[in-house]
């Protein structure tokens, strides 16, 4: 009888172990033949693992955007921003390319956005929307360095026709962006916010914020590409600002040499 009912205790927690695995498509799958209880244990030990880690890393104790405090504190948000600082680091894309974009443009993008009073932390969104190369198009048509759509770009004083394309000039498409950012943070009086409606349209997050009954961009429930958004400018931003940290070994040598030459003068 005890034998039955342990067996039967058993078979109810695999039931429930397999319910979790597969109750949603962003949850990973487990491989075919793999003992359910075993291969859930040896999951949340990973993740765990990744948070103790991250813990002990000092990067995590003054991540920003905007100036803003990012909720570290709550394990998702970390292990989100952790999967695509990963994506972007020197490992998985083995190219400087980005660092010298950034070294050449961003100081120019930042410059007019501080004429605004927009925060520098969005001189990063070129760096995500084209990477920094004004041909990218969009199969929505848009275009240029901040991939603006040609209705917004009008809008915001930017000619768009057969003669002439302003979204691929950057001094001009950068004063269109602070406009338009100027005007979101306005609607919606949260940085964090503006750059997440930059991305889907604030139509849209409005929608979204009322229908769900929150104003934090980290508890919304948003599309793939909006709910990733604003990880990935803190991803760039933290990639640019601390490529040591990331694998970028020939420009950490490159920085530790210009602070050795610094402290000899």
């Known amino acids: 009888m005890i034998k039955k009912k342990a067996l039967a205790c058993s078979v109810v927690l695999v039931a429930v172990l397999l319910t979790k695995l597969y109750s949603s498509s962003n949850v990973e799958k487990m491989p075919k033949g793999t003992n359910p209880v075993a291969w859930q244990f040896d999951k949340e030990q990973k993740t765990t693992a990744i948070v103790d880690s991250t813990e002990r890393d000092?990067?995590?104790?003054d991540v920003t955007f905007a100036e803003e405090e990012?909720?570290?504190n709550d394990p998702a948000v970390k292990n989100k921003l952790t999967t695509y600082l990963k994506r972007f680091s020197f490992k998985k894309i083995q190219s400087y390319k980005m660092h010298r974009k950034a070294n050449e443009y961003l100081p120019r993008i930042a410059k007019i956005l501080a004429s605004y009073g927009i925060p520098e932390d969005f001189k990063y969104i070129p760096v995500v929307e084209s990477d920094l190369d004004p041909r990218t198009s969009s199969h929505k048509g848009?275009?240029?360095y901040w991939q603006f759509i040609p209705a917004t770009a009008r809008l915001y004083g930017?000619?768009?026709n057969g003669d002439a394309d302003d979204r691929m000039d950057l001094t001009k498409s950068t004063h269109a962006a602070a406009k338009y950012l100027k005007a979101l943070h306005r609607e919606f009086g949260d940085w964090t916010l503006v750059a997440a409606a930059y991305n889907v349209g604030g139509g849209s997050l409005k929608r979204s914020i009322r229908r769900q009954g929150t104003e934090s961009y980290y508890d919304l429930n948003l599309n793939k590409e909006t709910g990733s958004y604003v990880y990935k400018i803190i991803s760039v931003k933290s990639v640019i600002e601390h490529p040591d940290r990331f694998g970028y070994?020939?420009?950490a040598k490159a920085n530790t040499d210009v602070q050795e030459d610094?402290?000899?003068?």
């Open 58 to 61: 000092p990067y995590w104790s």
């Open 70 to 72: 990012v909720p570290l």
């Open 142 to 144: 848009a275009g240029g």
């Open 158 to 160: 930017l000619r768009v």
């Open 249 to 251: 070994r020939r420009l």
């Open 262 to 265: 610094v402290a000899m003068m």
